[in-house]
Nanobody
């Protein structure tokens, strides 16, 4: 069974850091585009950052550029999202998703909407 398992969420003060992990189970992330998506209360899910595992290209939403870094550990078949300088508006449930997509940007902007591979989500709360 294909599964994605997220971890690493929590409560952090503004300006703090968290690292989220997305591990694959039952399949390999090779050739997939993998992304992080968040959903704040009362808002639609949005793409935060994506990576194409074939060429390593990445995409970031404007709201997180310069603060978040997405990466992949091939040996552990895990995708990470390092989040620095966190703001209250980063609060939400963070989900990872994987699907075939030609580019990381395409994954974050369009492909995720039809993806069947999702993790259970991890809560990130940024508050003082």
């Amino acid at each position: 069974q294909l599964q994605l398992v997220e971890s690493g969420g929590g409560l952090v003060q503004p300006g703090g850091s968290l690292r989220l992990s997305c591990a694959a189970s039952g399949f390999s992330l090779n050739y997939y585009s993998v992304g992080w998506f968040r959903q704040a209360p009362g808002k639609e899910r949005e793409g935060v950052s994506c990576i194409n595992t074939s060429d390593g290209s990445t995409y970031y939403a404007d709201s997180v550029k310069g603060r978040f870094t997405i990466s992949r550990d091939k040996a552990e078949d895990t995708v990470y999202l390092q989040m620095n300088s966190l703001k209250p508006e980063d609060t939400g449930i963070y989900y990872c998703s994987a699907d075939y997509s030609p580019t990381a940007q395409e994954m974050c902007v369009r492909t995720w909407m039809e993806s069947d591979h999702w993790g259970q989500g991890t809560q990130v709360t940024v508050s003082s």
